[in-house]
């Protein structure tokens, strides 16, 4: 299964601070365990929200808000994707990871294509394949 690690913004992330030197070197040592188990398929940090934007759909009509955005605790600074064999060792890798700082971390499972049932017709499952192929491809270049 795969589980989206979802870390939340602090008003340290918010207003642009960046890690230091041995959390960097911490966290590198992480992803690197997370990666030689073959649980890490990909892991970012996101810029402040003052970077950013949200569009908001109403019918036809779209509209731009510009960041930052309030509420830091509600906003994402990073996320992670893993493959796991269920979502208890999610939890355990996730309780092994360098953050001493009052972090929040949200886990999430991710959609597969059986969770949709019937209205995921042969069709739409071929073209998912089609487009997962073509992702795969692009990230091997």
């Known amino acids: 299964m795969r589980v989206m690690v979802i870390v939340k913004a602090s008003a340290d992330s918010e207003a642009g601070k960046m890690p230091g030197t041995e959390q960097l070197a911490e966290m590198g040592k992480f992803n690197e365990a997370l990666v030689k188990a073959g649980i890490m398929l990909a892991g ?6 003052a970077r950013g934007a949200r569009v908001r759909f109403d019918g ?8 930052p955005f309030s509420e830091a605790k509600e906003l994402i600074a990073g996320f ?3 493959q796991v064999r269920n979502f208890d060792e ?19 499972p991710v959609f597969e294509a059986d969770d949709f049932g019937d209205a995921l017709t042969p069709e739409l499952r071929e073209q998912e394949a089609r487009l997962a192929e073509r992702i795969q491809s692009q990230t091997l270049r």
């Open 44 to 49: 970012e940090g996101l810029h402040p929200t």
């Open 60 to 67: 036809k009509q779209r509209t731009v808000i510009d960041g």
């Open 80 to 82: 992670w994707l893993w």
């Open 90 to 108: 999610a939890i355990e890798w996730i309780k092994r990871a360098p953050f001493d700082g009052g972090e929040e971390i949200e886990l999430r």
